[in-house]
């Protein structure tokens, strides 16, 4: 699994981890999204909007790199964009 870093984000193809300036500094938002009848559904995610996208959970980045990365061999890599 590739783990990619682009500015203060951290993106995995389920997750990605958003740190940003700010009160809700960091914020985790599920990736993997399921087309149903014209209406989206995030997978793993009970806190989506009336769209059926992830709203967002409060988490540290170290939470994240704990529970999401721990087990990843592969370095992080920095992307530009």
Known sequence: ???FQVGN?????HVRHVT???R???MMFHSEVERIGGRYLTLGC???????FCLGHKMSRDEFLEKYCKELETEMTGVSV
């Open 1 to 3: 699994m590739k783990v």
């Open 9 to 13: 984000a951290i993106i995995l193809p």
């Open 20 to 22: 940003s300036k700010g």
């Open 24 to 26: 809700n500094s960091s």
């Open 46 to 52: 009970d806190k989506m909007d009336d769209s059926g």
